[in-house]
């Protein structure tokens, strides 16, 4: 539970103080908003700028319990100094370099790590042409065109307390994750003008990105593969009148079959034997869109508009097969050969403006009808894997092995350790490297963390569905996103605010179902169904009572559920399945003198998830309990600096086999912005 503040970080480069003067003198721009001038005058001189920040933190996370396992670490430490430098070099006006990266040092193992190297994050080199109309990145960037095309689907949350938000944030933030956009490397060039004669407006986004390729029969999403995969994606939007917007959107991953070969013709050699093949997967997807916006024929407060979507995709794969045996030729052969298609709209109406005015009230009803054999894989990739997290080590009993689920959301780890044997960070860790007896301490960072932004393939996510690796207290309806295959239905948001943004009110209403019935071992289920309900209130308190600090209180509630009807298949009965999670949120954040805040929070998930295996016949559903809550001050101690200090408390309760462990987590924070 790694504590994190999020400061407005101010830019400052040698350049522009040396002549932020000047420029209040000839823009007349008063020094009451010199950010504002900094950030202008950044982006228009050439020159070198250095940002970011540094944190010193100590965490202590202690696990108990009766299903702890006896004669096993209980305690995990982790103390280190961290510096995150942004380094942005602009040699004209409207070019730019920005290279990103880490010096990092763990406390627990100074002596044994030695010279730390930098870690890279982030690389890209980007600019503007064409008067600012046409944009271009090479290296790292981040691209969302749709919902079905596109997109970085990730957990999502009504009204999550601000103590644990921030430590999803930053744990997101280590994989650049946000805004569901999905981090990517390769050429991206964008073009945009929306004064065109006739009232016409163009947007086209193209890239060509890089992706990682598979290893094995199953590529596991941690790892850091050879990179032989390729994808293509587009976007080009007309609108006219500045009131309907027509779209298409294309994605083609394409699977170098001749340059995985070699991987693969190696690994059958040197076993003598052929081994399982893995798939080689090819994935094309094409939109069309029509936006539909009445801000030009309604007036005043009030506004409508209409967004539909509607994609076709093709999905094959092939796999090697041995076609001869005396000079070992491979040949890959067809596997599958999918078409599907997606439909999405979303109606749009409101009154009143968010946070402004006495009240405001905004309507989104939706209707989405994906088809079992829809495959879009740059849309459907989930950016969060549950895992455990804090004292992962340590052997816990029960159905879990665990697992908790607010633990895998909110906690993670960073280190950089020396390779011996295996990695001192994480001996179970699927992605310890092996010590290979010729390059003894070499250093190399490691991460705990249920995020990440790899793309995932159709095999890869069936995988991950048949086997309950996909959390379903977060994961339960829509796991892939907007693109998630097999459901039609509606869904519904309704946002209220009053007195000018002080009183915030939501609601949520989802009813879905499964187009087509899945497939359980080998035995065809009945299709399932799906429901979403909840809500929740935010008040602030500061605003209403006219206070000098901020108070804000807010609280949620929202309960997702699948159920499934008895069926008997192949002359086998299998029972109903009647599944029911519900999650509550409690937040209060309330300044308390000067630059010192107090920040609460409570959350817990009441489920009824089945104890026994998921091939079982027989539904045993469980009682489970998860429930986290802490308490925390955060001190600006100057501009950009801040202390935070943090106590809290995880519990796990399963009362049909009695697993219960709890954990116990301090921290204490120091983070200063430059």
Not at 499 to 528: F, H, M, R
Not at 545 to 565: E, I, T
Not at 586 to 615: C, E, F, T
Request: aromatic share 10%; net charge negative.
């Amino acid at each position: 539970m790694t504590a994190s503040v999020r400061p407005s970080i101010v830019r400052t480069s040698l350049t522009a103080l040396a002549l932020l003067g000047s420029a209040w003198a000839e823009s007349g721009v008063t020094a009451r908003d010199p950010k504002e001038t900094i950030q202008r005058l950044e982006q228009e001189q050439t020159g070198v700028s250095l940002t970011g920040k540094a944190i010193s933190n100590y965490e202590r996370a202690a696990l108990s319990g009766d299903s702890v396992r006896m004669g096993q670490p209980t305690v995990e430490n982790a103390a280190f100094t961290q510096a995150e430098v942004d380094l942005v070099a602009r040699p004209s006006a409207h070019t730019q370099g920005r290279l990103l990266f880490r010096v990092h040092q763990d406390w627990s193992n100074y002596y044994e790590e030695g010279p730390n190297p930098l870690t890279a994050r982030w690389f890209d080199f980007n600019g503007d042409l064409l008067d600012g109309h046409l944009h271009y990145a090479v290296g790292d960037y981040r691209a969302k065109h749709s919902p079905l095309t596109l997109n970085a689907p990730a957990p999502e949350l009504i009204y999550e307390p601000e103590i644990f938000a921030q430590t999803r944030q930053t744990a997101m933030e280590e994989f650049f994750l946000g805004e569901n956009r999905l981090p990517l490397q390769g050429l991206n060039v964008a073009y945009g003008r929306d004064s065109l004669p006739g009232n016409l407006g163009v947007e086209s986004d193209v890239a060509v990105a890089r992706l990682r390729t598979v290893t094995g029969s199953t590529s596991w999403l941690h790892w850091t593969d050879d990179v032989e995969k390729l994808a293509l994606t587009s976007s080009w939007k007309l609108q006219v009148l500045k009131a309907v917007r027509f779209g298409f959107a294309q994605s083609y991953i394409y699977d170098d079959v001749a340059a995985s070969r070699s991987k693969n013709n190696a690994r059958a050699l040197a076993s003598e034997k052929l081994m399982p093949m893995p798939l080689y997967e090819d994935d094309n997807v094409n939109a069309f869109s029509l936006d539909l916006d009445g801000a030009r024929i309604l007036s005043g407060p009030f506004s409508v508009s209409l967004e539909t979507e509607y994609a076709m995709s093709n999905y094959r794969s092939s796999q090697d097969t041995l076609v001869d045996t005396v000079d070992f030729v491979l040949q890959d052969k067809e596997v599958a050969n999918l078409d599907g298609t997606a439909l999405r709209s979303v109606l749009k109406a409101g009154y009143g403006k968010s946070g402004a005015g006495p009240f405001s009230i905004g309507l989104q009803v939706g209707y989405l009808k994906n088809e079992k054999n829809f495959v879009s894989d740059l849309a459907q990739s989930p950016t969060f894997l549950g895992r455990r997290i804090l004292n992962s080590r340590t052997e816990v009993g029960g159905p879990s092995g665990g697992y908790n689920t607010l633990d895998a959301l909110y906690n993670h780890r960073y280190t950089v350790d020396p390779i011996t044997s295996l990695s001192n960070s994480e001996q179970a860790y699927v992605d310890a490297k092996y010590y290979n007896g010729t390059n003894d301490w070499y250093r190399a960072p490691f991460l705990k963390n249920s995020y990440n932004f790899y793309t995932t393939t159709k095999s890869e996510r069936d995988a991950l569905a048949a086997t309950g690796a996909l959390d379903p207290h977060v994961q339960l309806i829509f796991p892939f996103g907007a693109a998630t295959p097999n459901r039609t239905g509606v869904t519904l948001d309704l946002n209220a605010g009053a007195l000018s943004g002080a009183v915030e009110v939501s609601a949520v209403y989802a009813g879905v179902k499964e187009v087509e019935a899945e497939q359980i071992d080998s035995l065809t289920a009945v299709p399932a169904d799906y429901t979403r309900m909840g809500g929740g209130l935010k008040v602030n308190i500061d605003k209403l009572a006219a206070l000098a600090k901020p108070l804000v209180v807010s609280g949620s509630y929202l309960q997702d559920g699948r159920k499934r009807a008895a069926f008997t298949s192949r002359g086998v009965a299998v029972d109903a399945e009647d599944f029911k999670t519900a999650m509550i949120n409690a937040d209060v954040h309330a300044g308390i003198w000067k630059g010192l805040s107090l920040m609460a929070g409570y959350q817990s998930i009441q489920s009824n998830p089945r104890i026994d295996s998921l091939g079982a016949r027989t539904v045993h559903p469980g009682d489970l309990r998860q429930d986290q809550w802490a308490l925390g001050l955060e001190c600006q101690i100057t501009h950009g600096a801040f202390v935070t200090a943090q106590y809290g408390r995880m519990d796990f309760d399963e009362a049909v086999t009695g697993t219960k462990f709890s954990q116990d987590i301090t921290s204490l924070t120091l983070l200063i912005a430059y």
